[in-house]
């Protein structure tokens, strides 16, 4: 039963801002590490950023000033709130959970459909 549906992402004009959203389903959603991930053509997934269930946050030095990650385990909703975009952000976001009960971020074993984000002038 476990769903995450991405949604918010589109086209933005360098400088802007979008605001991602991963909305859960089929899990405690509180007790979870989520994440961020992207990956542009060409290159290597990368971890944008994760908060596990205490809310600790790691961010990717990239994105780092410029993303803030956060999550309301009332709505079972996590969001990516990024500003200052860049041409270099332009990839396909996906939303990851951790289920394996710990809490912190270990193992990503869930995964959305995927979002595109395309920043360009």
């Known amino acids: 039963q476990v769903q995450l549906l991405e949604s918010g992402g589109g086209l933005s004009q360098p400088g802007g801002s979008l605001r991602l959203f991963c909305d859960a389903s089929?899990?405690?959603?509180?007790?979870?590490?989520m994440g961020w991930f992207r990956q542009a053509p060409g290159k290597e997934r990368e971890a944008v950023a994760n908060?596990?269930?205490?809310?600790?946050?790691t961010y990717a030095s990239s994105v780092k000033g410029r993303f803030t990650v956060s999550r309301d385990n009332t709505l079972n909703i996590l969001y990516l709130q990024m500003n200052s975009l860049k041409s270099e952000d332009t990839a396909m976001y996906y939303c990851?959970?951790?289920?394996?009960?710990?809490?912190?971020?270990?193992?990503?074993?869930?995964w959305g459909q995927g979002m595109q984000v395309t920043v360009s002038s």
């Open positions: 908060i596990d269930s205490i809310g600790r946050i």
């Open positions: 089929g899990f405690t959603f509180s007790n979870a590490c």
């Open positions: 990851a959970a951790d289920l394996d009960g710990s809490g912190r971020c270990e193992e990503f074993s869930y």
